[in-house]
């Protein structure tokens, strides 16, 4: 058995069947993208008139922001709330939603008519536009999870005098980007705010925008912890289970509160909740299966303290964020159109591609980066 | 003054002649048609068909079947929900009434096709590097003084352009001279803040069940980019506030935290 695991563990560099299945998608993807930016959106997607924003919206932008979110959660938690014990998972936390922003930005450059011209919204501004605010708050995030990262790589050059620059700076860096974070997470919700008679009922809310923003929290703990367990199980190390049990009990809380805001969301609208159709299916699937379950499954410090627990209660709250986003974008807009949609092969592939990339990248960066530990004695930053 | 036109849905006879004068117009290629449940044709409005009558067979309780013939465009409205989520305000609201698309600006995202509450943007999905087409109230004609070309070649004076306000009063004076003649309401009044588009049926936009045709009756009264602005004006409040605690709470930890060792470093001595 242990040689079949074998072959799947990233090792040393070597090219194990795991990374190739990735260059392979990868490869696959770059192929469609170009097909992709010659034929047009129109005969390479399945979106439409009736269907202008798809899977990429759902995905690549809505549920890869929401689980990029560990970033900024990670870093509020240490700096803010003065958590220095969850250190060793901030610089993994950060480089993953570097990592996620990157590939936002990459999937939003694929999805926009007009590729060309992403920069536009810096020159050409509409204040009261709240996809300006997200195209504004985004682009400094990234830059601020940019300047993290390239910090990584002034302490692997030894580049010390300059590291301590940004040492000194990094409060500033902390509280830029826990401030564009909430911002663009909820505002992301925002978008939805001028459309609810497009929507169905039960994800038609005036607080939408602070529902994703807790959502946004949710996703990041959830990721962090996965990425912590598999990236220990891909590098043979050792679990931080203590520290990640600890954090499982703050995700357990973040859970409860948001079940409650929903439910008081709900309530408040007097929104339809017991009917049986699609959209409520995959509603009751959404609160109950991924929100109220991981909730209650955290209660218990049995499952709290496994690592089989922490990893299905992580998962469960993670993929909800996504069914989610699905949700508000795709199953509560079903309603409003007399047509169907179903990505395309070609949308399918560039997104797979772009979760390999960023796997593949994020393989690369432990690699090469200080992301687990520092190089520099004593602090972490 | 604001310009508008008044749609009377009992004039027009259904020859589609504003099609035509639309596509000749914006030089738009014509589009081969093939049968479908319906009279409208074409069967979708799409970047290359800017407006299109819909044809609606509503059946009397005795059997009779009345038609009805609904022109479908952009409706201009006076405070466009397109207009203000556009995120490099490529969609403007001219003073005139037109509200217009610049072709060097936008970027596809496609918002505005979501946002408007008549589904009326569309995309030119065939292209590889695509645009926002929509109805521009012939802009370019209106700058010039001249009406819109289908309002120009409607031959049955269903399609009149002129001030908003002059036309909302002759709309209701129609309604006033022919009683039962009209549904007693102007579909543009006053929906999502008033639109340029001024409908005048003989039954209401329930009974010509065109909910799903883009005339949406629930839409409210409330211009929709009200919303979008709330948010807005939310956000550099909710920065200033996110930041200020955060940095407070910062300080306030770390003293704390700084506190707490120098009383565990006490205990240990005594
Ligand atoms: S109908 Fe739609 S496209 Fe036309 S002005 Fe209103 S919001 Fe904009
Ligand atoms: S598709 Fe173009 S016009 Fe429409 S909102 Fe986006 S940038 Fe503006």
């Keep these: 058995m242990s040689e079949k695991v074998e072959k799947w563990y990233p090792g040393e560099g070597k090219l194990t069947t795991g990374r ?34 798809g899977l990429w919206i759902s995905f690549d932008i809505l549920s890869g922001v929401a689980l990029a979110g560990g970033g900024f959660t990670m870093a509020a938690a240490i700096y803010i709330f003065n958590l220095k014990k969850f250190e060793p998972l901030l610089r993994p936390a950060k480089f993953s939603a570097f990592i996620g922003y ?28 709240v996809l300006f605010e997200v ?34 700076i990094y409060l500033v860096l902390v509280v830029a980007g826990v401030m564009l974070s909430t911002l663009h997470q909820s505002s992301l919700g925002a978008l939805y705010l001028l459309m609810p008679e497009k929507m169905s009922d039960l994800w038609a809310s005036q607080a ?55 439910v008081t969301d709900l309530y408040a609208r007097g929104a339809t909740v017991w009917t049986l159709d699609k959209a409520h299916f995959f509603f009751y699937l959404e609160l109950f299966g991924t929100v109220a379950l991981p909730a209650i499954l955290l209660t218990f410090s049995e499952v709290r303290n496994s690592i089989k627990g922490l990893y299905w209660a992580a998962g469960l709250s993670a993929f909800g964020v996504v069914l989610n986003r699905f949700n508000v974008s795709l199953t509560s807009y079903g309603g409003y159109r007399d047509f169907s949609y ?12 772009l979760i390999a990339g960023g796997i593949l990248i994020f393989d690369w960066g432990t690699r090469y980066l200080p992301v687990y530990h520092s190089e520099l004695s004593g602090k972490t930053s | 003054m604001s310009k508008a036109m008044l749609i009377d849905t009992t004039r027009c006879i259904g020859c589609r002649g504003c099609q035509v004068a ?89 918002y505005c096709m979501m946002a408007c509450p008549f589904q009326v943007p569309k995309f030119e999905w065939g292209k590889a590097v695509p645009l926002i087409r929509k109805c521009d109230f012939c802009a370019d004609r209106i700058e010039i003084g001249l009406a819109p070309s289908c309002s120009t070649t409607c031959p049955s004076q269903a399609l009149v352009f002129g001030d908003r306000g002059a036309l909302l009063k002759e709309a209701h004076r129609r309604i006033g001279a022919h009683p039962g003649k009209y549904y007693p309401e102007v579909y543009g009044e006053k929906i999502v803040g008033g639109t340029a588009q001024l409908y005048l049926t003989p039954v209401s936009f329930e009974v010509l069940e065109l909910d799903h045709r883009g005339f949406r009756t629930d839409l409210g009264n409330v211009p929709y980019g009200i919303y979008g602005r709330e948010w807005m004006s939310k956000v550099p409040w909710v920065a200033l506030g996110v930041g200020g605690l ?25």
């Design chain 1, 20 to 53: 190739a299945i990735l260059y392979v998608i990868l490869v696959l993807g770059l192929i469609s993208a170009v097909i992709r930016l010659f034929f047009g959106l129109g005969s390479t997607t399945n979106l439409s008139d009736a269907y202008p924003w």
């Design chain 1, 102 to 129: 990157l590939v936002f930005v990459i999937g939003l450059f694929f999805d926009l008519g007009q590729p060309w011209r992403i920069w536009h919204p810096m020159v050409m501004w509409n204040p009261q536009s």
């Design chain 1, 135 to 168: 195209s504004w708050c985004v682009m400094l995030y990234t830059t601020v999870l940019g300047v993290d990262i390239f910090i990584m790589a002034l302490e692997r050059w030894k580049k010390y005098d300059l590291v301590a620059f940004f040492r000194n």
């Design chain 1, 208 to 262: 939408i925008g602070p529902l994703f923003f807790c959502s946004a929290v949710i996703g990041g703990m959830g990721v962090v912890t996965l990425e912590s367990f598999i990236s220990s199980w891909a590098y043979k190390r050792k679990p931080e289970l203590k520290l990640l049990s600890s954090l499982g009990k703050g995700l357990g809380i973040v859970l409860l509160v948001y079940f409650a805001m929903k």
């Design chain 1, 342 to 353: 179903f990505p395309s092969a070609i949308e399918i592939i560039i997104t797979l591609a």
């Design chain 2, 22 to 110: 639309c596509k000749s117009w914006h030089n738009l290629p014509g589009e081969r048609t093939t049968f479908s449940e319906t009279w409208s044709n074409p069967r979708y409005m799409n970047s290359n068909n800017y407006t299109r009558i819909i044809f609606r067979e509503v059946a009397q309780p005795e059997g009779k079947l009345n038609w009805h013939f609904i022109k479908r465009q952009c409706m201009h409205c006076l405070d466009p929900a397109c207009e203000s989520v556009c995120p490099v305000g490529a969609l403007i609201k001219l003073k005139d009434g037109p509200v217009v698309y610049d072709d060097y600006r936008c970027i596809g995202c496609r």
């Design chain 2, 246 to 270: 955060a940095v407070g709470l910062h300080y306030i930890n770390q003293r704390r935290a700084e506190v707490q060792d120098q009383k565990s470093q006490e205990g240990k001595e005594d």
